[in-house]
């Protein structure tokens, strides 16, 4: 059972082939898209194939209120699409290589549109503008959300996990600006854990 501070925490619940389940905080709204999926060889993670997929990410990303979209199985590619761009963008920042051209058109088109509207409810809750938004407003608040990242205090703090054979890209938020992995409870254990077998069979050699 997931307890409230948990459920509440920033960041996805990974779960990847090997069994393993962590938390992965990659410190934006726009980065937690990237945990769909992605282009090329990271095509076979995709998990958005239907409307409810792309609700479903939503609701368990960091947006609240969760808000009520009404998504279309014509919107999934576009989803699909902004993510792809996004994913080779924070790719081309984590490595200090040029943004790609075509996918900061892709980013800027996006952003261009309505976001989300926020609300203030009567009892001081936020909220979201009445009735169904549109997937077109949800793209608009990631894009936007990737706009300030990339623009910000963190833009240079865009990183890929370090792990082996482990491409989670992640902003470094934390105060010293020393995170090299995208969980300590995963990658970073893993490391302290080989580094600990080395030493061993370094003593007994």
């Known amino acids: 059972m997931v307890d409230e501070a948990s459920a509440h925490a920033p960041g996805v619940e990974m779960r990847p082939p090997d069994g393993q389940v962590f938390r992965f905080d990659p410190g934006a709204l726009s980065l937690e898209l990237l945990t769909t999926g992605g282009p090329g060889p990271f095509a076979r993670y995709e998990v958005l194939h239907t409307p409810a997929d792309v609700a479903a990410w939503a609701a368990a990303s960091r947006l609240r ?10 919107d999934v590619p576009a989803v699909r699409h902004l993510r792809d761009a996004l994913f080779r963008l924070t ?17 800027n088109a996006a952003a261009a549109e309505p976001p989300l509207a926020p609300r203030l409810t009567p009892d001081g809750t936020p ?36 792990g082996e054979r482990c491409y989670l890209l992640f902003a470094d938020t934390s105060r010293p600006g020393r995170r090299r992995w995208c969980s300590m409870e995963r ?5 302290k854990v080989r580094t600990l077998r080395a030493r061993r069979e370094a003593d007994h050699s």
Do not use: K, M
């Open 65 to 74: 209120p969760v808000p009520e979209l009404a998504v279309t199985d014509d």
């Open 91 to 107: 790719q081309a920042r984590a490595h200090a290589e040029p943004l790609p051209a075509a996918d900061l058109a892709v980013l």
């Open 187 to 191: 990658c970073g254990n893993r490391h």
């Open 127 to 162: 909220s979201w503008a009445p009735g169904p938004a549109t997937t077109a407003r949800l793209l608009a608040t990631v894009a936007r959300d990737a706009v300030d990242l990339f623009s910000g205090p963190y833009a240079y703090r865009i990183r890929e996990c370090a």
